[in-house]
């Protein structure tokens, strides 16, 4: 007699292939994958677009010099994506309306017409993105002219200036490299409209991992022991574990809602509880970008001044490049105490922009033993400060990272920027939530447990 087999279930995927699947298997957000997909791609071929009047010799030739200039560059050609060594119109990426954001972040409490318009809901934040907009025009003009001098004081690009027959010429090429920067912001826009994730992010995280590849040959092709090597992918699981946990840690502070509903005639109070989530690293990677922006302007200035025939200035010049050069201890002790300055400065001006203790009590809040007002700010602002120092020294050891990693494991062809790390690991991150809660709304089990 013939026994029935019994029918064997489908074998179980992992969990993230199993949630791959299911994103890929839906028509919408599939269509969404493919169009920030499509989006990325036109990205990278507008990156391989040269500025008019590019020499690629001189190029190579600048990225080869043993300088701190030449250090600088390797730094932004990495954000860029390899835009920069090869001066295509999408050199500065998007960088310009980054600054152009955290400046407006840092005036909207200082005016009081921007502080107006930011409680003003949509409508009010649609106006702020406008000037974001405008702001970040003349941010590309001036970014893209001091690029183009510092190529030229590297020795990359010739004949910058908007006196006599340079003028159109240089101008041609700010222009260019304008039109790109909008251009890529006008892709991120899309992105987050149509898409899936923060557009301008996700533009940022293509251009640094599309800048990883070029630079693994060097580690090979230097003479660096097997054990270097593997130190380095060591602190470097290391760092992006690290950066995992403080970016998802947060405090917690429970809050308590009073609602009175009347039914029948009769009043019912009601008591709802939830919390605030206070996160660690609520700075993100601002307060690194800004120490680095600081940092640079003084040994630019030193390379500037070192071809200066007055003693002098020689001599300041060489104290410039050796007090700022990115190879000394001076100058990442200097960048981690600006980088913990900057991190309470930033958590602060965002802090106060969001008025939680006053937009508590409209709503009928209360942290449970402390009063309404004034003592929920000053309980909020002590707890942000505590947990703030934490966030701080972390991103200060991040900014640090490089010089350590290189003294350790004597890998000098490699740039290990903490800045990307943290960029790269928290677009990450905030696209899987996207995309888990995109899954969570049609019943499927996401990346994230």
């Known amino acids: 007699m013939a026994v029935a087999s019994r029918a064997q279930p489908p074998p179980q995927r992992p969990r993230l292939l199993q949630a791959m699947y299911d994103a890929w298997a839906q028509p919408d957000v599939r269509a969404k994958l493919a169009f920030v997909f499509a989006m990325l791609v036109i990205f990278r071929f507008v990156a391989h677009i040269p500025i008019p009047g590019v020499n690629p010799d001189l190029l190579r030739q600048a990225f080869e010099n043993n300088s701190s200039t030449s ?121 987050t409209e149509k898409g899936i994730g923060n557009g301008i992010s996700l533009i940022i995280f293509a251009g640094i991992v599309a800048g990883i590849p070029s630079l693994v040959p060097s580690i090979f092709d230097s003479s660096i022991s097997f054990f270097g090597i593997f130190l380095l992918a060591v602190i470097v699981l290391i760092a992006i ?23 029948g005639g009769r009043q019912y109070r009601q008591q709802g509880a939830t919390h605030i989530p206070l996160r660690v690293l609520q700075a993100g990677m601002i307060p690194i970008i800004f120490a680095y922006s600081i940092m640079l302007f003084p040994s630019f200035i030193g390379e500037t001044l070192a071809t200066s025939s007055t003693g002098f200035m020689n001599d300041f010049a060489n104290l410039l490049i050796d007090a700022f050069g990115q190879q000394n201890v001076p100058y990442y002790f200097i960048v981690f105490v600006f980088v913990v300055l900057f991190t309470f400065f930033y958590t602060f001006v965002t802090f106060q922009q969001q008025n939680l203790a006053e937009n508590l009590q409209k709503q009928g809040g209360f942290i449970p033993g402390i009063r309404p007002g004034p003592p929920t700010n000053q309980y909020i602002t002590r707890v942000l400060i505590r947990i703030t120092w934490a966030g701080a020294f972390f991103l200060g050891i991040i900014a640090v990272m490089p010089y350590f990693a290189t003294t350790l494991t004597n890998v000098q062809a490699l740039t290990l920027s903490g800045t990307g790390l943290l960029i790269v690991v928290g677009v990450v991150l905030d696209t899987m939530k996207q995309l888990e809660a995109q899954l969570m709304m049609r019943n499927y089990s996401g990346f994230i447990r």
């Not at 574990?241 to 509903?261: D, G, L, N």
């Open 71 to 191: 250090a600088f560059l390797g730094t932004l050609n990495l954000f860029s994506g390899g835009a920069l060594r090869q001066l295509s119109v999408a050199s500065m990426g998007v960088y310009p309306y980054i600054t152009a954001s955290i400046i407006m972040q840092i005036l909207i409490p200082l005016i009081p017409r921007l502080q107006a318009l930011s409680r003003e809901g949509e409508a009010g934040r649609n106006k702020i993105q406008l000037y974001i907009h405008w702001f970040a025009v003349p941010m590309a003009l001036i970014q893209g002219y001091s690029q183009l001098l510092i190529l030229q004081q590297a020795g990359a690009v010739t004949g910058i200036g908007f006196s006599g027959p340079n003028a159109l010429p240089t101008f041609a090429a700010v222009m260019s490299m304008v039109a790109g920067t909008m251009f890529l912001v006008w892709l991120g826009e899309l992105i």
């Open 241 to 263: 574990a690290s950066i995992v946990y403080f970016q998802e840690a947060q405090r917690r502070v429970p809050v308590q809602y009073s609602r009175t509903q009347f039914r």
